[in-house]
């Protein structure tokens, strides 16, 4: 069934190519998906048949074909050999075909680009930096981030006003341009994407005041991260749909942290375990007194082994590293012992000492005893 192109641009059989062309730009402009996103694909639909009507209609000679034989008519090779107008990409896809490769993909002729669909906001990876104790046992932050927020102003649109949105006037709202070679195999026709408005069919005569035709403003958001404990070196976190805005409804990006955990003097990693090096008196050693430890939870006390020597290690369980995130299975706590002397000590200490030496245990004088053959 024949499409009624009058109808189709609203116009009279008898219409001048001028009414033509000027109900043309107001269809266009009415039905232009980009104003129309509630019911694009209504709105894609019509913007289809509009530009092919006004393809004919506001050609004189298609006009007249469609006018004696309807839209066969318009669209008849005419007289062939140079006289024909053969699709650039149907000339190859023919000889695609015969060598079994395939018929070539081309893309649809649209007024419209990706950037005037529904689509997600950009997603953002941030690096963040996280003490020893903050990975372990897990923390939160507060963070102020630069996002891309959607103009109020222009709604997206770029231009100051709805009237400032008209229609291109190097593709007529096709978003495509055509040009015409003539060649051994008749005229071949080519499309590309129309450069003075990129595709759109549409340009901007005045851009937004607010976002000057960006569409999107940059606008400081805080947002709180809460860290679960048992995080591990370089692994991720992600925030859903709270990041950069959309595009024209669609939903926020997501925040994805990469984490990484800063080295630590005392407290010390290896897989799941903790180790530390603690000092500790001779006496401390020797008499199995009690010291203070610092723990990922605090200070604590501990009860140094009797006979301790410089070295030796105490174990306590379960108060290392998570294996897993909000897990409760934990690694090991290693406490070294590192026996240090003074380098000073009083008269009084000094005569206590050597009496202890004088009946008490000589590891020198056992050395020696037991070594003589080496003299």
């Given at each position: 069934?024949?499409?009624?192109?009058?109808?189709i641009l609203e116009v009279s059989r008898s219409a001048t190519p001028e009414e033509i062309k000027k109900n043309y730009r107001r269809l266009a402009m009415k039905w232009?998906?980009?104003?129309?996103?509630?019911?694009?694909?209504?709105?894609?639909?019509?913007?289809?048949?509009?530009?092919?009507?006004?393809?004919?209609?506001?050609?004189?000679?298609?006009?007249?074909?469609?006018?004696?034989?309807?839209?066969?008519?318009?669209?008849?090779?005419?007289?062939?050999?140079?006289?024909?107008?053969?699709?650039?990409?149907?000339?190859?896809?023919?000889?695609?075909?015969?060598?079994?490769?395939?018929?070539?993909?081309?893309?649809?002729?649209?007024?419209?680009?990706?950037?005037?669909?529904?689509?997600?906001?950009?997603?953002?990876l941030i690096n963040l930096s996280l003490g020893f104790k903050e990975a372990v046992l897990g923390t939160t932050k507060k963070l102020t981030l630069e996002l891309e927020?959607?103009?109020?102003?222009?709604?997206?649109?770029?231009?100051?006003?709805?009237?400032?949105?008209?229609?291109?006037?190097?593709?007529?709202?096709?978003?495509?341009?055509?040009?015409?070679?003539?060649?051994?195999?008749?005229?071949?026709r080519t499309q590309s994407t129309c450069p003075n408005c990129r595709g759109h069919g549409l340009i901007i005569s005045k851009k937004c005041e607010v976002c000057h035709?960006?569409?999107?403003?940059?606008?400081?958001?805080?947002?709180?991260?809460?860290?679960?404990?048992?995080?591990?070196?370089?692994?991720?976190?992600?925030?859903?749909?709270?990041?950069?805005?959309?595009?024209?409804?669609?939903?926020?990006?997501?925040?994805?942290?990469?984490?990484?955990?800063?080295?630590?003097?005392?407290?010390?990693?290896?897989?799941?375990?903790?180790?530390?090096?603690?000092?500790?008196?001779?006496?401390?050693?020797?008499?199995?007194?009690?010291?203070?430890?610092?723990?990922?939870?605090?200070?604590?006390?501990?009860?140094?082994?009797?006979?301790?020597?410089?070295?030796?290690?105490?174990?306590?369980?379960?108060?290392?590293?998570?294996?897993?995130?909000?897990?409760?299975?934990?690694?090991?706590?290693?406490?070294?012992?590192?026996?240090?002397?003074?380098?000073?000590?009083?008269?009084?200490?000094?005569?206590?000492?050597?009496?202890?030496?004088?009946?008490?245990?000589?590891?020198?004088?056992?050395?020696?005893?037991?070594?003589?053959?080496?003299?």
């Amino acid at each position: 069934m024949n499409k009624d192109y009058y109808s189709i641009l609203e116009v009279s059989r008898s219409a001048t190519p001028e009414e033509i062309k000027k109900n043309y730009r107001r269809l266009a402009m009415k039905w232009h998906p980009d104003k129309n996103l509630n019911n694009r694909e209504e709105a894609e639909s019509k913007m289809k048949e509009i530009n092919e009507a006004y393809q004919v209609l506001g050609d004189e000679t298609k006009r007249k074909q469609y006018n004696r034989y309807g839209k066969a008519g318009a669209s008849a090779s005419g007289d062939g050999g140079f006289g024909q107008e053969i699709e650039f990409g149907d000339i190859f896809d023919d000889i695609f075909d015969i060598f079994g490769k395939g018929r070539k993909k081309r893309a649809n002729n649209t007024s419209t680009s990706n950037e005037f669909q529904v689509q997600n906001g950009a997603d953002i990876l941030i690096n963040l930096s996280l003490g020893f104790k903050e990975a372990v046992l897990g923390t939160t932050k507060k963070l102020t981030l630069e996002l891309e927020k959607s103009c109020s102003q222009c709604k997206q649109t770029g231009a100051y006003s709805s009237e400032h949105i008209v229609i291109c006037s190097s593709c007529h709202g096709s978003g495509v341009v055509v040009i015409i070679q003539r060649s051994l195999f008749g005229n071949i026709r080519t499309q590309s994407t129309c450069p003075n408005c990129r595709g759109h069919g549409l340009i901007i005569s005045k851009k937004c005041e607010v976002c000057h035709g960006r569409k999107f403003i940059k606008k400081s958001e805080i947002i709180t991260v809460k860290i679960p404990r048992g995080i591990q070196p370089g692994q991720k976190l992600s925030l859903r749909n709270i990041g950069n805005d959309g595009w024209h409804g669609g939903k926020r990006g997501d925040i994805y942290f990469e984490i990484k955990i800063e080295k630590h003097n005392y407290f010390q990693r290896k897989d799941n375990d903790i180790h530390v090096s603690v000092p500790i008196s001779f006496l401390d050693a020797i008499l199995g007194n009690s010291v203070e430890i610092i723990t990922l939870e605090g200070l604590e006390k501990v009860k140094v082994p009797t006979g301790t020597q410089n070295g030796d290690y105490l174990i306590l369980s379960q108060r290392g590293c998570y294996l897993t995130i909000n897990g409760s299975q934990r690694g090991s706590f290693y406490i070294w012992w590192q026996i240090r002397l003074p380098r000073k000590i009083s008269l009084e200490t000094t005569e206590v000492l050597k009496r202890l030496s004088e009946s008490h245990w000589n590891p020198n004088k056992e050395f020696i005893e037991k070594n003589k053959e080496l003299l």
